[in-house]
Structures are given as C-alpha cells and as structure tokens.
RNA sequence: GCGCGAUUAGCUCAGUUGGUAGAGCAACUCAUUUACACUGAGAAGGUCGGGGGUUCAAGUCCCUCAUCGCGCACCA
C-alpha cells in the first residue's frame, strides 16, 4: 500500500489528539452500554469495572498533580476495557463549597465587593455561574488529557438527584442517632466566617510571649493573656504536692483583670504538673482542652470573644478590642501595672491551629452546630480495613488509614456559607434557651419554624461520592455497579476523603465502596518544589501537551513514578517521551512502507524467537498492570519498543524481508499497538487507523488484550 | 512529642517473596542521511547515608545512629 502523506514527516500531536479522541468519543464505547449493544460477543456476558473519578473543584483549570491523577486512571481503564470489562469511569465536579467560596471571595474583594450583606441567593447565582464556566473549562482539559470517562454519567455535587440524596443521608443519619446538635468547641475563621473540620485547619508555628502571672497563691503561666480576662477555675494535678493546701471545689478572692474576683480550685488529672508552673486557668468557650475539663466538672462556660475576634461585653470596659493584638497587651498591661507579672519568656515556640486557607488563627468558639458522632462508624471501618477488604496498593496508607479510625473525633458538618447543600432542619425560637429543632424535608405545620441557614461540610456530600453518582441505593446502576473496583487519588485525601467515602458505604450500602486504594504522590516541579499558585511554579498540563503531544506527558508521569510518591516534573522528561512517540510513529511507517493488509494472516502456532521474545514482555507488562505498578510496566514498554522491537527485530528483518518476516513483523507491531494504547491512546489510535478500517467501530480502544 | 516515608550513577528516579546493581536525562567516543538526527553503535560512571546483626548469600530482612521530607497531636 502507499504509505500516508503524515508519516513523510515527524508527528504532529497537536492535529491529532483533537481528532482521535473525537473519534472515541462518537464511537459511544466510553459507556459501558454502548460496549454491551456494539459489541455483544466481547462485552455481554462480562463482569463491569468501575472507578469513580475524584470530582475536580469546579474552580479554575487543572495543574500537572489532575494530569497524573486522570492519566493513571485512564491507563487501568483502558486496559480492562481491552481485557473485555464492562469498564465505567465515571466523571463528576465538586461544588467544593468552602474552597470554591473563598476563590470567589477573593474574586469579590478585588472587585472591591464583599459576601456580607450581600443577599444569600444573589450569592449563590453568583458562585453558581461562576463554578459552571469553570467546570466547562475543567471538563475540556481532562477530555485532552485523553479520559475515556463515560460523559453520559457525569455529575455534579448540586445536581438534584444528589442534593436530595444528601439530605436523605442526613435525616436517616438523626433517625439512626448518629447526629446531635450541640454546643461543642469548633475551629472559628473570623476572617471567612465560618467554623471548620479538624482537617481543615493547618498548624503553624509561631514565636509568641510565654507570661507567667501571680493569681493568689498560685502562680498562672499562659501564652494568651487576653483569653484570661473572665477566668474563673484555677486547675491543678490532683498529686501535685504543691497545691495540698486547696482541695477539689475550694474557693478563694484574688486581684485579677477587672479587679476581685472569686476563683474556684478544680483538680483534674489532664493536667501536665512538668508544664509550666502546673497550674492554669481555664477558658472553656475558647479552647477545646479547657471545655472538655469543664464540661467534665460542669463549669460555667462565657464567650469574651466574638465571631469578629473582638471581646464581648463581659470584658467590661475593654469591650470591642480586637482580643489577640490590643486586647493581649492591654491584659498584660493591667495585669503588670497590679504588680502580678512574675515572668515573661519571649522566645517562646508554640503552634497554632490556622484557617487552611487564609492563615488567619483559629479562634475556638462554642458554637451550636451539627455533629456527626464518629466512634462507630469508625469502628466498622477500621474492622473492614482488618478484615482485608481494602487493598492499599501502597501499605503505608493503611496504617495511616487505620490509625485515623482508631481515634476519631466527631465531625462537625455545619458550614455558615450559602455555598453549599442546604441542610435539612427547622427551628423554633432559635438562640434562646427554647430552641427547638425539626430535621426533614419541610417544615413542620406552624409559621414560627425557620430555615437552618447553614450548608453541609463539602465532604459530606463528596463522601457520598460513590454512591452519589450511581443514583442512589435504590438505581439500576447502583446495583450494576457497587462496589466499585477502583478508588485513586492524591494522598493528601487519604484524611478528608478516603475514610468518609469508606464509611459511607459502609453505612448506606453495607459494603466497602470500593477494593483497590491507589493513592499517588504529587506532582512536583523540576526542583522538587510543590506547585502552587502562589510560587508561581504551576505547570499546566495542557501547556505541556501544547509544546509536547498529551502522550508524551502522558509517559513522563507514569515511568519511574512508584505508587504513592511525588514526582517531578521537567520539561526534559516530557520532551524525552516527545521522542518515543516519535519513534513509534516512525516505527509505523517502515512497517507500512514494508507490509500490507496481505501480510496480516500470521500464524501465531509458528515458532518464532521475536514472537516469544515478545510474548515475555507481554506477560510482564500485564502482571505490573494487574498490580498497579505502572511505572514497571510503562518502562518495560519502552524498553521493548525501542531497544528491542526498533533496535533489534526491525534492523534484523530490514535485512531479509522475506513473506514469513514481513508478516512477523506486522503482527508484532500491532500487538504493539495494542499494548501501547492505554499509555499513549492518541498516537496509537491514529496509527491503527492505518492498520484497520476504523469506521464500524473497529478502534484499538475495543481490540482484545488477549 | 507520636507516627510515616526517604537516603542507590553528575541530576531525576526504578529495583515486586534475599541470589553477580538498572533506566531516562546530562557528559564522553564513533557512525553521517538511515524507517527514524526527535537517529544508530559503543564505552564510562555507584564500597546502594554510617555502624552493627541474621544468612551460604543483604540495596532488599532486623537493630541503631545521622540527615532530609511529610503527616498527626500539641500544653495552658
């Protein structure tokens, strides 16, 4: 046959991808029921394989870390479509409701606009527009990275079917018990307004003033003085010696901010006697350690600092100041000009829980909020960890994993921000010593109810995820597709989201949602750094697939890239797999310059060292593959192609081009082709193209691995 | 403080039940228009962080130390 114009010159990524994954994409065969109706010899009768993609936050474009993420999951994809699966990728976008509020918030701010005071559903239509031009933009960068995702499927976190769904979970969840309402301790942004889950704030470590102050006959060490104002309990080790003098409940008057004042002397076991001068004061309503102890002994519990960090009217006359920066030295002032400072360090190291997003210091607050109670959803997640129904493809995950189950703390799902999912519940005279609350769908008869204005933790929704997406409990798909095969993503949601999705299911479905666990690493720009916006060292997959072809940044991700580490990034590696795919192009055109369709009938039964050579190769590529270790399995592929297919059996047969050769080598390079695909999917696909009539569906995506 | 990783060629990293150290990139020598110069052939480069142990045999298993990274929790 003459050969095509293309392949007179090196490949050209750019006109290409477009067209095959267009040409994939009209085949219908990302949907596993178009599998089924096309091709019911391969796919009817054959068991489904499902991965639930993680929802990318529908706010702003993909960095090379979702290329990884996306690239490894169409890979494995690929090639259990291949093997004859019934494979569903199911596609979806996060709402990612604090994170996408604060992107919006800033884009308000440089607006010179702010969320407070505007109306709560012009905000909303707001974020709404903004996150879906965005997830337009999302949805077309993971297309060119090649993902065979089933679009049919794709979902988003406010869609109808799931809101409801959500809310469901919920009232079911308070029928269960496993929801309170309570005044608890919760990690307070004064900056975004809203409280936040343990995960959601970050430590940072600050150089801070240790003060030690004469309180009575007892000498009171704390690094916040502010917090001090209105205290009240002096707290001290039961077997401390030093304070035998008090007994559990005595009282006594001492000088303290705003002058005399009666002290109450609890003795409590949680106090480090080493720490400091042993003894403390407590303020339950801004501190987690302090409530617990109070809550424990039924002590009075006072806000002296506001939602906007500033002292409430208890404070008397220092009321309105911002409690960490004036108020703090205004403590300190009055308490020094009393004659009660006994000593100061001013190089003390401490840690500081801050908003992970704004940096702002996490104020405990007590607020009313909804709980869910995690003891024992934990406890039958760690169970089926134990029970080795999850498989972490890297094992350090699951100690980390169980770890997090063995101590759990109540997850506080209430968000004070309009984007979200709207929680469920009514009240009655809310914030008074009546309220009364109603969980369901609507309210119950009488006008005094009120709409709670929160909105649900994002990760309640996205722990749903698996279910979520696949209808519900109650669906066909549900039951064709649950459990799921496949859960892979970064190892920074091995906390936020991981344990959520495998109780959830756990709860709803009784069943573990997913087996295999690949968490992978990050990735990191060519010196190792991690990419962020802020350092400006953002790689951009599609600008890399501009300058060199999606396969090749493809390849540069997954060779040498072990499940679970970080990976760096360099334009050197991608332009070095440009390279491959050029080789492999040019590989197809001496095959096609040299063969014909006439060549095609090779006899497999025939023995031949290249065959076998190959059929080794092979074997290897698909164990590493059955095993998740692709960086293995893509090597050896490269290796195979370049330095023993083009470097060896090509230079051999070029010197005798016999009948028998020709066929040898034309078979070969399309079992090539078909090994090649779910690593490079758009050069193969074209080349294949020549090899086969692709238009009744006959794609290399669809031909048989074995 | 607790936990988890990492330490292998100049650089970035592989190395799957213990069996004579691998790749890519870079650098070096040669080939000079070949299916492919986005090329080919070849050579060079590591006492596998230090120390100890188990074993016939250790990059791999155990102990210990050092350095780096990450996570969790911090204490007023």
Excluded at 149 to 155: E, F, Q, V
Excluded at 163 to 176: A, R
Excluded at 280 to 304: R, Y
Excluded at 367 to 387: G, N, R, T
Aim: charged residues 30%; aromatic residues 12%; contains cysteine.
């Amino acid at each position: 046959m003459s050969l095509p114009e293309k392949y007179k010159k090196p490949y050209e990524s750019k006109d290409v991808e477009s067209v095959v994954y267009k040409r994939e994409l009209n085949s219908g065969l990302f949907n596993p029921d178009m599998l089924v109706q096309k091709f019911p010899k391969k796919y009817a009768d054959s068991k489904t394989w499902t991965s639930i993609t993680p929802p990318p936050n529908a706010n702003g474009r993909l960095h090379a870390g979702h290329a990884l993420d996306v690239t490894l999951k169409d890979i494995i994809g690929r090639y259990k479509r291949m093997q004859g699966l019934q494979v569903l990728l199911l596609p979806g976008s996060d709402h990612a409701g604090f994170e996408t509020q604060v992107v919006y918030e800033k884009k308000l701010e440089k607006e010179g606009r702010s969320r407070f005071g505007m109306d709560r559903a012009e905000l909303y239509k707001e974020i709404y527009d903004f996150t879906h031009v965005n997830k337009e933009t999302v949805t077309s960068e993971i297309k060119r990275i090649g993902a065979s995702y089933d679009w049919s499927r794709d979902t988003f976190t406010l869609d109808a079917k799931v809101v409801s769904g959500v809310q469901k979970t919920f009232i079911k969840m308070h029928e269960d018990g496993l929801i309170y309402r309570g005044k608890r301790d919760c990690n307070w942004c004064s900056k975004h307004q809203t409280s936040l889950s343990d995960v959601e704030t970050d430590k940072k470590e600050v150089v801070t003033t240790f003060y030690t102050f004469k309180l009575g006959d007892f000498n009171i060490a704390t690094s916040r003085p502010e917090t001090k104002i209105t205290d009240k309990y002096v707290v001290v080790h039961p077997d401390d010696n030093r304070y035998t003098s008090y007994k559990h409940g005595d009282t006594f008057e001492a000088e303290w901010v705003l002058g005399k004042s009666t002290f109450t002397v609890i003795k409590d076991d949680s106090i480090d006697p080493e720490f400091g001068t042993g003894a403390m004061t407590i303020t339950p309503w801004h501190s987690g350690i302090d409530f617990a102890i109070a809550k424990k002994h039924g002590l009075d519990m006072v806000q002296l600092i506001d939602d906007y960090g500033k002292f409430t009217d208890v404070a008397g006359e220092l009321k309105g100041l911002k409690a960490t920066t004036v108020g703090r030295a205004k403590v300190v002032e009055i308490l020094s000009e009393k004659g009660l400072l006994v000593d100061k360090d001013e190089n003390y190291k401490t840690i500081v829980p801050v908003c992970y997003k704004c940096e702002t210091l996490i104020e405990p607050q007590l607020k009313d909020q909804w709980f869910v109670k995690m003891e024992s959803l934990a406890e039958i997640a760690l169970q089926a960890s134990q029970d080795g129904k999850l498989n972490f493809i890297s094992d350090q995950y699951r100690k980390t994993f169980e770890h997090w189950m063995k101590n759990p703390i109540d997850w506080n799902i209430s968000r004070q921000i309009v984007w979200g999912i709207s929680i469920p519940a009514w009240f009655k005279n809310k914030g008074t010593d009546t309220e009364e609350f109603y969980i369901g769908n609507t309210a119950p008869k009488g006008n005094e109810w009120i709409k709670d204005e929160d909105t649900f933790d994002t990760w309640f929704s996205s722990g749903q995820w698996p279910i979520a997406t696949l209808g519900f409990t109650d669906s066909d798909d549900f039951n064709r597709f649950y459990p799921t095969q496949l859960m892979e993503t970064g190892r920074d949601l091995i906390f936020k989201w991981v344990p959520r999705m495998v109780i959830f299911g756990l709860y709803l479905a009784r069943e573990v949602p997913f087996k295999d666990i690949y968490l992978h690493g990050m990735a990191l720009d060519s010196k190792g750094q991690k990419m962020s916006k802020s350092k400006g060292n953002v790689m951009s997959p599609i600008d890399l697939a501009d300058e060199f072809g999606m396969d090749a940044l493809r390849m540069a991700l997954i060779v040498g890239n072990a499940p679970g580490n970080d990976i760096p990034v360099s334009n050197e590696k991608v332009k070095a797999y440009k390279k491959f795919v050029n080789k492999l192009w040019n590989i197809a055109r001496f095959v096609l310059e040299n063969t014909n369709e006439e060549d095609d009938n090779f006899d497999t039964t025939i023995d031949n060292i290249h065959v076998e050579n190959f059929k080794k190769v092979k074997y290897e590529i698909t164990k590493n593959l059955d095993n998740y270790q692709l960086h293995l399995a893509s090597e050896e592929l490269y290796q195979y192609v370049w330095h023993e297919y083009a470097d060896v059996v090509i230079e051999e047969i070029k010197k005798d081009l016999s009948s028998e050769n020709k066929k040898v080598l034309r078979y070969l390079f399309k079992q090539i082709l078909i090994v090649t695909h779910p690593f490079m999917p758009f050069v193969t696909e074209e080349i294949w193209s020549d090899f086969a009539d692709v238009s009744k569906d006959n794609l290399l995506l669809v031909q048989d691995w074995e």
